[in-house]
């Protein structure tokens, strides 16, 4: 599974503080990025819930 933050995120952080493992704010760019190319199985599920979440549909799943 991968998991993308598009262009669209807005940078409320909610999927930092939803899965602080898996994403991360970067203040260059601001907006949130994905910390693995492949998201661990351990965190999957959360990762669906924070595109589930995101207020501006912002992160892509790409399933395997």
């Known amino acids: 599974m991968k998991?993308?933050?598009?262009?669209?995120?807005?940078?409320d952080r909610r999927c930092n503080?939803?899965?602080?493992?898996?994403?991360?704010?970067?203040?260059?760019e601001l907006k949130s990025i994905v910390?693995?190319?492949?998201?661990?199985?351990e965190y999957k599920d959360l990762v669906?819930?924070?595109a589930e979440?995101?207020?501006a549909n912002a992160?892509?799943?790409e399933e395997d």
């Open 3 to 11: 998991a993308i933050v598009t262009k669209d995120c807005m940078g």
């Open 17 to 28: 503080n939803l899965c602080p493992e898996v994403f991360e704010y970067n203040e260059e």
């Open 35 to 41: 910390k693995f190319d492949e998201i661990p199985g």
């Open 48 to 50: 669906r819930k924070a």
């Open 53 to 55: 979440e995101c207020g």
């Open 59 to 61: 992160i892509e799943i």
